[in-house]
T-cell receptor, first 117, second 111 residues
Framework: GAVVSQHPSWVICKSGTSVKIECRSL??????MFWYRQFPKQSLMLMAT?????????EQGVEKDKFLINHASLTLSTLTVTSAHPEDSSFYIC?????????????FGPGTRLTVL | SQQGEEDPQALSIQEGENATMNCSYK?????LQWYRQNSGRGLVHLIL?????REKHSGRLRVTLDTSKKSSSLLITASRAADTASYFC???????????FGEGTQLTVNP
């Protein structure tokens, strides 16, 4: 159990276009989902935390108008990179959270590689 | 910002040897987790150790946690070429559900 999927797994787009990435928890309901980005040979940086039915909480330095997050249901969160530019090229990873006793388990998706030309 | 620091940044060993990676953090935590990531892939959860635990084992993995020193170590025994990957520690907050990842250790196990 606890499978998280992401779609697409990779995407190439032209500069100025918008790209939507979906994150789904397939076999459990996730009240919280997290979005990370990872540059080559670097660690994961948390971008935002999204709770179902409410606005996402963005980390310092992350532009909320640039990275739109929608968490419309307990199994789906989407990240839209608006007006993408080459510097937005990165590996985007989502995770879905589930309460397990005294802590929240996070289950990670396989990631989406975004390349902006 | 990342609060976890891992060392070494890169480690190269021969198959059969043990690999030890260390992680330090700055704030109070609820738990500390270790993940593995193969190049260009998602994260694989390896092991979680709670703040009131000192050591945990899972197969060839041994994790220790020293909350007084705010540090943890991951030991992989009898390494295999398939263990080649990046290893990250991540700390779970005492409140909320955020994970903060360390910088990672790139482990290369040579056959």
């Amino acid at each position: 159990g606890a499978v998280v999927s992401q779609h697409p797994s990779w995407v190439i787009c032209k500069s100025g276009t918008s790209v939507k990435i979906e994150c789904r928890s397939l076999d459990f309901q996730a009240t919280t989902m997290f979005w990370y980005r990872q540059f080559p040979k670097q660690s994961l940086m948390l971008m935002a935390t999204s709770n179902e039915g409410s606005k996402a909480t963005y980390e310092q330095g992350v532009e909320k108008d640039k990275f739109l997050i929608n968490h419309a249901s307990l199994t789906l969160s989407t990240l839209t990179v608006t007006s993408a530019h080459p510097e937005d090229s990165s590996f985007y990873i989502c995770s879905a959270g589930r309460v397990a006793g005294s802590y929240n388990e996070q289950f990670f998706g396989p990631g989406t590689r975004l390349t902006v030309l | 910002s990342q609060q976890g620091e891992e060392d070494p940044q890169a480690l190269s060993i021969q198959e059969g040897e043990n690999a030890t990676m260390n992680c330090s953090y700055k704030t109070s935590i609820n738990n500390l987790q270790w993940y593995r990531q193969n190049s260009g892939r998602g994260l694989v959860h390896l092991i979680l150790i709670r703040s009131n635990e000192r050591e945990k084992h899972s197969g060839r993995l041994r994790v220790t946690l020293d909350t007084s020193k705010k540090s943890s170590s991951l030991l992989i025994t009898a390494s295999r070429a398939a263990d080649t990957a990046s290893y990250f520690c991540a700390t779970g907050e005492t409140s909320g559900s955020r994970l903060t990842f360390g910088e990672g250790t790139q482990l290369t196990v040579n056959p």
